[in-house]
């Protein structure tokens, strides 16, 4: 591996485990095995090595959050739904780009406010618009009678940040409790009415 990638995904490690102004270039530097100033020929700064691994872990969540739809393709809307809440909580514990971007998603860096928003802004779009395409055919092929789409999807990726958020400050056992309580009640208030 060479020493670029070596720095980036050390680099997201500390990011995740310690955030960006705890995470330090010389423990990232020595973790690599070379010598502080060695890290500027690859980077411009700690900002430009934060910027790069955040594009990075975005990119690795996308392509587990899609490889997740392909592997449920055939399930119906709910279960795949609602696995996906799961399995981002999964994800959170057991990946070092999945803690990182979910907790630059709600505590981002001031100093770099507006660059990791322009990054995680477009990668939430894509989630919620991946949500409403699943939930516009399953209205279309009467597969679920959702109501209005648009607003499922906008109202599903709420819940996502309201169990996410819950996972970071209390904890996976009160995430997953919450999950468990408000899934049925999520799913209920968006179907069609039957009268």
Known sequence: MNAKRMLLETALAHFAED??????????????????????????????LFLCSLKNALKEEKRRITRFFISRKDQPLDRRLSELLAFLQEEYNRSSESKFVLR????PPSSLYDEVMKLIYPFLDSMERRVLRLMEQAKADGTAPI????????????????????MVYSGMASAKRRLKASWPIFW????????
Not at 104 to 107: A, D, G, H, L
Request: aromatic share 10%; charged share 25%; net charge negative.
């Open 188 to 195: 209920a208030g968006i179907q069609a009415s039957k009268a």
């Open 19 to 48: 955030g960006y102004e705890g995470a330090s270039l010389q423990k990232i530097a020595e973790e690599v095995g070379i010598k502080k100033p060695s890290i500027y020929a690859h980077f411009k700064g700690k900002d430009d």
């Open 147 to 166: 109501a209005n789409p648009e607003d499922a999807a906008v109202a599903y990726m709420t819940l996502v940040d309201g169990i996410m958020i819950e």
């Open 104 to 107: 630059m998603s709600f505590f």
